[in-house]
């Protein structure tokens, strides 16, 4: 617990955290009150769109600026949400100093629990707070037009039955979603770091980055991967946009492989480690 909270503390008073944490909070504010701000000013294409807050929050409305950023730097943020602390460790005598103190175990199994709770925690809470900003800004009506029609998910898909109750319901499961997944990719870059010892910082960065990148290209370049790219199950108007149907079991599918990825690469650093102080 004590390397735990040492750690929790390092990740809230970094710098780097701190600008990530900011500037997901502007994106989530700032996205839907530019949206009602420009639908304030005409009219006609608030009543021919329709105001309908499921319509502009910020995972669906990819219209808007705020979507557009998140999810362009949506792989940057998660090795930034990281704190580099691992790295500030292993390039000082933090480093040894801390693993003396108790053991090495313990110290690797707080990185990996303060890292992941701590992403967590943070987007959901981003995400919640763009979906309160968003539905106090826009009227909670039934008025259907034919934009709001195109943002329906396809029947069967994951999330239809939950939309059908309420798509506010919808909303929250992707919020939990992309918050799964976004500690799941800061987990993934901790691992990077551990297992190339880069003694340079912007190298440290730039190299999970670069990696989750070129994955997420991989799946993008081919259609039969499609249901099993993370990166649209993730993003609401993808998953009604595909021809293909996306159900729980693909959900269930992609995100317990990239957590079993991630688990193979701890059990690799901890065999590495074993009995090792250098």
Avoid at 209 to 224: E, H, M, Q, R
Wanted: proline share 3%; glycine share 4%.
């Amino acid at each position: 617990m004590n390397y735990f909270r040492i750690d929790l503390k390092r990740l809230m008073t970094s710098k780097q955290v701190i600008a990530t944490v900011m500037l997901l909070l502007v994106i989530a504010i700032g996205d839907p009150i530019t949206v009602y701000m420009q639908f304030s000013k005409d009219i006609g294409t608030a009543q021919t769109i329709g105001q309908n807050p499921f319509q502009f929050w910020m995972l669906m409305n990819s219209v808007s600026w705020g979507n557009n950023v998140y999810n362009m730097l949506f792989w940057i943020i998660a090795v930034l949400l990281t704190g580099l602390i691992y790295y500030d460790d292993i390039n000082t005598s933090m480093y040894m100093y801390q693993i003396i103190r108790k053991n090495k175990n313990q110290y690797l199994f707080s990185k990996f629990l303060s890292t992941g709770l701590f992403s967590f925690v943070i987007l959901l809470s981003v995400l919640e707070i763009n979906l309160f900003v968003t539905y106090m800004l826009f009227p909670d009506t039934m008025v259907m037009t034919e934009y709001y029609n195109f943002l329906v998910p396809q029947e069967n898909s994951f999330v239809y039955t939950t939309f059908m109750s309420n798509p506010i319901n919808m909303a929250h499961i992707y919020s939990l979603l992309n918050a799964l997944a976004m500690s799941t990719f800061v987990i993934f870059s901790l691992c990077m770091s551990m297992l190339f010892k880069i003694s340079i910082r912007y190298v440290a960065l730039l190299v999970p980055v670069i990696t989750l990148y070129g994955i997420s290209f991989i799946f993008d370049s081919f259609p039969i991967l499609f249901s099993y790219n993370i990166r649209m199950i993730l993003q609401p108007r993808a998953v009604s946009a595909l021809t293909t149907i996306i159900t729980w079991d693909n959900v269930i599918t992609v995100i317990g492989g990239w957590i079993i990825m991630n688990l193979l690469f701890i059990s690799i650093i901890y065999f590495r480690s074993r009995d090792c102080y250098e």
